[in-house]
């Protein structure tokens, strides 16, 4: 069951223009999301978060935005850098019905970001 | 910056055998988890742990598999009867308190091969 999806498995984009990186979720109880960077053979790092009660989360050159009635978040760099070339995860999480949830995340599939020089 | 550390960065075992990942969180951190991400495939959760008892699980989180918190630092996940698909890249993670803004951190990962 796909509760977080990213529908496009790979992006390339010129340095210094937009990168736009989207993430659908079916799950209504989702109330924390969450961006993660991933070198190959490496830790997903954090990278930025937002939670279900603001609509846009800023960072540097990175931006989440939420669209809870579409159940839609995205994350924006501009510019974009060489370096920042990975495979960024979306990542969410609901608050359990008990004090002992832990709210694990559920992940994306993944888009590989390309940023050409 | 404190960091997840895990050990070992990678290791082969044989179909079968016993597997012992180790992991050190974050050192003011309550809550643990392992999560694995099998070659092409997403990060899949796998565990989670509080208090000393795992508070959640996933359906791979099967009886071959059991953590462990020995002492105030180490997070094991143990393999008893590893099998081919077990093969993946496994990631410790920690987390200090519930609710949002508290970010779930992840260690570097420990590459499992069976074969």
């Known amino acids: 069951d796909q509760q977080v999806k990213q529908n496009s498995p790979s992006l390339s984009v010129q340095e210094g223009r937009i990168s736009i990186l989207n993430c659908d979720y079916t799950?209504?109880?989702?109330?924390?999301f969450l961006w993660y960077k991933k070198y190959p053979a490496e830790g997903p790092t954090f990278l930025i978060s937002?939670?279900?009660?603001?609509d846009k989360n800023e960072d540097g050159r990175f931006t989440v935005f939420l669209n809870k009635s579409a159940k839609h978040l995205s994350l924006h760099i501009v510019p974009s850098q060489p370096g920042d070339s990975a495979v960024y995860f979306c990542?969410?999480?609901?608050?359990?019905?008990?004090?002992?949830?832990?709210?694990?995340?559920?992940f994306g599939t993944g888009t590989r970001l390309t940023v050409i020089p | 910056e404190p960091e997840v550390t895990q050990t070992p960065s990678h290791q082969v075992t044989q179909m079968g055998q016993e597997v012992i990942l180790r992991c050190v969180p974050i050192?003011?951190?309550?809550?643990f988890y392992w999560y694995r991400q099998i070659l092409g495939q997403k990060v899949e959760f796998l565990v989670s742990?509080?208090?000393?008892?795992?508070?959640?699980k996933s359906e791979i989180f099967d009886d071959q598999f059991s953590v462990e918190r020995p002492d105030g630092s180490n997070f094991t996940l143990k393999i008893r009867s590893t099998k081919l698909e077990d093969s993946a890249m496994y990631f410790c993670?920690?987390?200090?308190?519930?609710?949002?803004?508290?970010?779930?951190?992840f260690g570097e990962g420990s590459w499992l091969t069976v074969v």
């Open positions: 993670a920690s987390r200090k308190t519930l609710g949002s803004g508290n970010t779930i951190y």
């Open positions: 799950n209504s109880m989702f109330d924390y």
């Open positions: 937002i939670s279900s009660i603001k």
């Open positions: 990542a969410a999480s609901a608050r359990g019905s008990n004090q002992t949830g832990a709210n694990n995340l559920f």
């Open positions: 050192s003011n951190h309550l809550y």
């Open positions: 742990f509080y208090n000393n008892e795992i508070s959640e």
